[in-house]
Structure formats: C-alpha cells, structure tokens
C-alpha cells in the first residue's frame, strides 16, 4: 500500500498571503489529522476528519481551517500568513475512527514564511 | 489537562549500549491510550507501539520493549543492543477521553548512536 502523500514538500510564502496544503491517506483510511511542528511548540494537534466531519480541532486560530473530501483526501488552508507560522505540518491517517488508534503519517510540508 | 514530559532532551550512546527513553504522563481520566512515535532525521513519523489505561502488560518486540506503569504515571521505552538506525526522536504521547482523544505529545527525546 502507497503511506501517506503530503503536497507541495516545501513552500515558501510572505507573510498577509494564505496557504494550502493538500494530504492524501493511505487507501482506506477515512480518518485524517493534522499537526503542526515546530522547535519552539513541539507537535501540536490542528484538526481531526473522519468521513468528511471535522471530529477535533486543536487550539489554533481562525486562520487555520481545514476539510475532508468524499475520497478521504484532506486539505488544510492557513490565511493571512504570519512569520510564527513557519513549520512542518504533518498529515496522519488512521485505520479506526479516531485519533486513538495508530497514526500513519505523511513526510510533512515545510512551510517557510518571510 | 493532559500532559506529557520526557525529561530527557538528548541521549548519546554508543552502538551496542542498552537504553531507556523516560515518559511521565499526567491524566485525570481512567480511560486513556500511551503511543511512542519514532522520527528519523527524513521527518516522517513512525507509529511504534499503542497502549490502553487497561492494559499494564509490558511489550516486547525485537530489541525494543516497553513497561507501562500506572502507579507511577510512567511509560518508558528501552532499545537493547541500539543501533546507529535507531538514531532518531523519539516521541510519546497521551490521548485521553475526557480530551475527546486528541494526542498530547511530548517534546521528544533525541536519541544518537554513535557507531
């Protein structure tokens, strides 16, 4: 089975302009999630979607939004862009319902903001 | 409120050693689930083990084992034998039902095998 594919690798944004990230599971996985990582934060929890239905959202702002397609494929959008948004966020699918089960995750996209 | 520490940020060994990577978690709820992630230096996190707030039993597989002990809050990971591929961060974290199941990790311990 194909893991988990993450689009673009890198990126490279200014700062006001929005973002976004596209991750696709491995096949027959309905679950996705979304997190964030970065030295100073560690591996923060943005969003849970099972079945197209945001189950989880962590404690980030607004700007950070997400979705889940009928395919299971997830998308997730960052708008008006800040420098503290540089990171990796990493993708991770899971067999069960919930975040509870093991998490398969993608290579992550490097988000750099100047 | 959930939370996860490894105390240890780095450890450096030599190939061969054996070695321990600490978890303390804190949780007031009964129903829970433990997880170590191993992250090598290619950024993609690997899913390594998964543990139930009722399931005490420790684990072996191959050199790695773990032992999960409730009385002290403790989930602790050791590599016998390591190996320079073992180098990497490792990762637990905590997801508890009175969080609604959303991963707490903690912040990593970097892990070097020097050959």
């Known amino acids: 089975k194909a893991g988990v594919t993450q689009t673009p690798r890198y990126l490279i944004k200014t700062r006001g302009q929005q973002v976004t990230l596209s991750c696709s599971p491995i096949?027959?996985?309905?679950?996705v999630s979304w997190y964030q990582q970065t030295p100073g934060q560690g591996l923060q929890f943005l969003f849970e979607?099972?079945?197209?239905?945001?189950?989880n959202k962590g404690n980030f702002p607004g700007r950070f939004s997400g979705r889940q397609f009928s395919n299971s494929r997830s998308e997730m959008n960052v708008s008006t862009l800040e420098l503290g948004d540089s990171a990796l966020y990493l993708c991770?699918?899971?067999?069960?319902?919930?975040?509870?089960?093991?998490?398969?995750f993608g290579p992550g996209t490097r988000l750099t903001v100047t | 409120a959930q939370k996860v520490t490894q105390a240890q940020t780095e450890i450096s060994v030599v190939e061969k050693e054996d070695v321990t990577l600490d978890c303390v978690y804190e949780?007031?709820?009964?129903?829970?689930?433990l997880f170590w992630y191993k992250q090598p230096p290619s950024g993609e996190l690997v899913f390594l083990i998964r543990r139930n707030s009722f399931d005490e039993q420790n684990e072996i597989s191959g050199r790695y084992s773990w032992n999960f002990q409730k009385s002290t809050s403790s989930f602790n990971f050791t590599i016998t034998a390591s190996q320079v591929v073992d180098s990497a961060v490792y990762f637990c974290a905590l997801s508890e039902a009175g969080g609604s199941y959303i991963p707490t990790f903690g912040r990593g311990t970097s892990l070097i095998v020097h050959p």
């Open positions: 979607y099972f079945s197209e239905t945001q189950r």
């Open positions: 096949s027959g996985h309905r679950s």
């Open positions: 991770a699918s899971s067999p069960g319902e919930r975040t509870i089960y093991e998490q398969y």
């Open positions: 949780t007031r709820d009964t129903t829970y689930y």
